[in-house]
Each structure stands twice: as structure tokens, then as C-alpha cells.
């Protein structure tokens, strides 16, 4: 672990007697290096002993025989920080300032976006991190700090008045605990997610395969993706927690002449599809052959066999037929081959 020094002039000399045995998470409600600067700015008046960024970097500001401003309360039952106030036994009976007896880890985030939930780097670094401050304080101070939830706490058990959010609900105290009492984290028991009916339109061993029928359907306008499920690659459409929806899915691409079924099989993802050769679309602008199997136009004349081969560009798409360009002529969408 590789921990930055840069001291902050926002402290207490010492610690007043005290010993710590309290190690407090927070939340920046801003970036790392804002919270360094601003932590190191005497005009803050605040300061952590440590800030862990989201990538799992570590700066120490204040020194653990010091006390940081962070997360001090008051002994006058006025104030909204007043000691009285905390949810914690330890900082209620103490009736002092909680600065004196803490050690304040300040984590990169904002707790709107993440409610505290660390990134898995910013976790790992936590937690090793509070086993270096548990081994420092037991060095320093002959103590150790109890691996539990009264002394590994959030802001908010300090200061629930002023800072109900702070880390935010998602903070990983648990998996923290578990680790520091070198328990393997808690298998997560999978969430009963809703079954999910896909769409599957082919299954291929070759992935090139599969990436070609995306194409196809994506030049009908369908979003595809690509799974992996019993070593093969399926190509899937949408998926719904409603049936009908699926049904109805599929039954669009039947009608665009797609062989698919519905299955429940989530499989891995398998990213999107390499497109590299998209099916030309039939648009306006698109370069279109007249094929030379086609007989009559869609008002019902001849087709002169000097039309038959030749590419035109479309004009204009009616319901079934294409109006060239170059020949003024609706010809039936099933007699002409889009080639660009
Ligand atoms: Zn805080």
C-alpha cells in the first residue's frame, strides 16, 4: 500500500488525551484532488487523516497522533452536532469532542450518484488502509481498535443530524468487516431477477455468423445483440418481461421473413456485432438494380429489356414498388436487388 503524505495545517496538536479507537468513513461530494486541496486549505477549517480516491490512491493529511477536523461534535445540547445527538453509546457516554478519538477516512464520491457504494479499488484500498491504521494505532498507542460497527462507523452515527448522508446507505461497512476479520466476503445471494423472454433469431458456431444475421436485422431496423450459451453465438431481439411482448416481437420479425423463437436463456454477452459489411438498405438515395427476372412495372406496363440490369437510384418508396430516378418508372420493390 502506498500512501501520499501531504500534511494539512487543519489539526489539532495531539490528541488530548485521548487515544483513538474510532476509525469514521465519509464522502468527498467531490474529487480527490479537490478534496486534498480543499482539506489543505486552512480557509476549509476541515480536514480528514486520509483520503482514498475511486482508483484506490491514498493520501495522508493528518498525522494518526494528531486529530483531524472532520467530525467533531459539541457539549452544548444546542448545537446540532451536540454529542448527545449521536447513535453511538461510546460517543454519547465520552462527552467530549469526537475529533479527540477518531481517525476520519474521507472516500472520493458523491452521494448522489453512488448513496457511498466504493468502487472495487477504493474498497480493496479501504480496507487495507484500516488494517494499516489498526496495526499503526496497536504500534503507537498499545490498543487495538474492535472490529465492529461502533468503532468502524459512518459520519452519520457522529453527526446524524447534520450528516444523515455521509458515507450514504451503500457504504460497504459489511464487506469491510468481513474482510478486516479475514472472512471470506459474503457470497451475494443472486437476486430473483424477473425472467426475461428474448427473442433469438439464429445460433451459430462461428461468431462471423453471427455477426452477419445482426446485420440483416439491422438493416430492417432491429437492435440485436450477441450472447454465447452452450458454446454457440445467438443473436437475440429485445427482451421482455411481458411474453406477449416477445410474441409480438417475433411475430413482426416473421413477418420480415426472420425463422426465430422465444427463449428465457440470458446467455453471456458477447458484445456487439462486428458490422463491417451492413446490408445496403432500401432508401431514398439508395442505388438499386432492376433484376433481370422482372417483367412488369407496377402501373402494369412492359418492362423494355434495356432497363433490366441496370442500376437506378430511388427517388421516392411507395407501398411495395420504388420510384427510379433516372427511368421517372415505379417498379415493384420485389423486382429490384439494393446494391448501395
Ligand atoms: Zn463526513
Known amino acids: 500500500m502506498n500512501i501520499i503524505k501531504k500534511l494539512s495545517p487543519n489539526k489539532y496538536n495531539g490528541r488530548n488525551g485521548w487515544k483513538p479507537d474510532m476509525i469514521v468513513c465519509h464522502i468527498t461530494e467531490g474529487s480527490y484532488e479537490g478534496a486534498i486541496s480543499w482539506l489543505t486549505n486552512p480557509a476549509s477549517k476541515a480536514s480528514a487523516h486520509f483520503v482514498v480516491a475511486k482508483d484506490g490512491r491514498i ?13 467533531g461534535t459539541s457539549t ?6 451536540y454529542y448527545g445527538k449521536s447513535t453511538l453509546k ?13 481517525v476520519s477516512i ?7 450518484q453512488s448513496k457511498g457504494k466504493l468502487t472495487d479499488a477504493q474498497l480493496a484500498a479501504t480496507i487495507e488502509l484500516i488494517k494499516y491504521i489498526r496495526s499503526e494505532v496497536k504500534r503507537i498507542y498499545g490498543i487495538e481498535i474492535p472490529i465492529d460497527r ?5 459520519h452519520y452515527q457522529i453527526n446524524p443530524v447534520t450528516k444523515p ?6 457504504f460497504q461497512f459489511d464487506a469491510i468487516i468481513a474482510a478486516l476479520k479475514g472472512e471470506n466476503p459474503t457470497v451475494q445471494q443472486p437476486e430473483s431477477k424477473p425472467t426475461l423472454y428474448r427473442v433469438q433469431v439464429g445460433a451459430y458456431s462461428i461468431r462471423a455468423n453471427a455477426d452477419a444475421q445482426a446485420a440483416k436485422l439491422k438493416s ?6 450477441i450472447v454465447i450459451a452452450g458454446g454457440l453465438y445467438k443473436v437475440q431481439v429485445g427482451a421482455y418481461s411481458q411474453k406477449a411482448n416477445a410474441e409480438a416481437m417475433a411475430n ?23 458490422i463491417t459489411n451492413p446490408v445496403p438498405i432500401l432508401k431514398v438515395g439508395a442505388k438499386v438494380k432492376v433484376k433481370n427476372t422482372a417483367t412488369k412495372y407496377s402501373t402494369g406496363q412492359t418492362i423494355p429489356n434495356w432497363v433490366k440490369g441496370n442500376t437506378y437510384t430511388v427517388q421516392q418508396i411507395g407501398d411495395g414498388k420504388v420510384l427510379l430516378k433516372e427511368i421517372v418508372s415505379w417498379v415493384n420493390t420485389s423486382d429490384v436487388e439494393v446494391v448501395g
Open 59 to 71: 493520501t495522508q493529511l493528518v498525522e494518526l497522533t494528531d486529530g483531524s477536523w472532520c467530525n
Open 76 to 81: 452544548d445540547p444546542n448545537s446540532k452536532v
Open 90 to 102: 461510546t460517543v454519547r457516554e465520552r462527552k467530549t469532542n469526537a475529533n479527540y478519538y477518531t
Open 106 to 112: 474521507e472516500h472520493e464520491g458523491i452521494w448522489a
Open 150 to 154: 461502533e468503532h468502524i462507523v459512518g
Open 165 to 170: 448522508n455521509c458515507p450514504g446507505s451503500e
Open 220 to 225: 430492417k431496423g432491429y437492435d440485436t445483440y
Open 252 to 274: 413482426r420479425l416473421k413477418g420480415d421473413g426472420f425463422n426465430c423463437f422465444i427463449t428465457t436463456e440470458a446467455g453471456t454477452p458477447a458484445g456487439n456485432a462486428t
